[in-house]
């Protein structure tokens, strides 16, 4: 079946550690995307990317890192500068950048 | 980014009730789309509108692209116990790089 693929559902992270999320689409979509949300709160942009080897900051970007070498992956890496990573997160794409976004199951990360 | 003025953010309604949420913006936007969130999973994308006046169904949901393309509502007819969740409207501004902005999110509770 065709669609978004996110691991892991479960993350813990220790204080000062990088983590890297995993968000793999099968459905060959050029766009792909990364939101974090909080509680009772909705969806905060963090990267977007709408074409391989090429992504651009979102509104909270500050203490992550991401990559797109290949079309079908859009990995998220939170550094030990995001002062505050408990979250939610959620990675999206879409056809092209004018189409509805689609999105996985998501990670759920805490700090130990 | 600006999150988007949804409302209400929380509905708790008898079984076969009907249901209305809106979301508002002091902006103009090209697209809106509504997704519904259940616990611990992605959003679901339910509708997308692309033209002012737009009026959309899948079952028992209808949205509206409104006049002013500053808002947009969605109305679910005779409530059922599995339309718990949260619902999202999302925004596209033709001057933002065709991103996404978020509502916060209405949580309907149904009593069966």
């Known amino acids: 079946d065709g669609g978004i693929t996110q691991s892991p559902k479960y993350l813990f992270r220790k204080e000062g550690q990088n983590v890297t999320l995993s968000c793999e689409q099968n459905?060959?979509?050029?766009?792909m995307y990364w939101y974090r949300q909080d509680p009772g709160q909705g969806l905060r942009l963090i990267y977007y990317?709408?074409?391989?080897?090429?992504?651009q900051k979102g509104d909270i970007a500050e203490g992550y890192s991401v990559s797109r070498e290949k079309k079908e992956s859009f990995p998220l890496t939170v550094t030990s500068a995001q002062k505050n990573p408990t979250a939610f997160y959620l990675c999206?794409?879409?056809?092209?950048?004018?189409?509805?976004?689609?999105f996985g199951d998501g990670t759920r990360l805490s700090i130990l | 980014g600006q999150q988007l003025n949804q409302s209400p953010q929380s509905m708790f309604i008898q079984e076969g009730e009907d249901v209305s949420m809106n979301c508002t913006s002091s902006?103009?936007?090209?697209?809106w789309l509504w997704y519904k969130q259940d616990p611990g999973e992605g959003p679901v994308l339910l509708i997308a509108?692309?033209?002012?006046?737009e009026l959309t169904s899948n079952g028992r949901l209808t949205a509206q692209f409104g006049i002013t393309r500053k808002d947009s509502f969605l109305n679910i007819s005779a409530s059922i116990p599995s339309d718990v969740g949260i619902y999202f409207c999302?925004?596209?501004?033709?001057?933002?790089?065709?991103?996404?902005?978020f509502g916060g999110g209405t949580r309907l509770m149904v009593k069966p």
């Open positions: 999206a794409s879409s056809i092209e950048a004018a189409q509805p976004q689609h």
């Open positions: 459905l060959n979509h050029d766009a």
């Open positions: 990317s709408q074409i391989v080897n090429d992504f």
């Open positions: 902006s103009i936007f090209n697209t």
């Open positions: 509108l692309y033209k002012a006046g």
């Open positions: 999302a925004g596209k501004r033709s001057n933002a790089g065709n991103m996404l902005t």
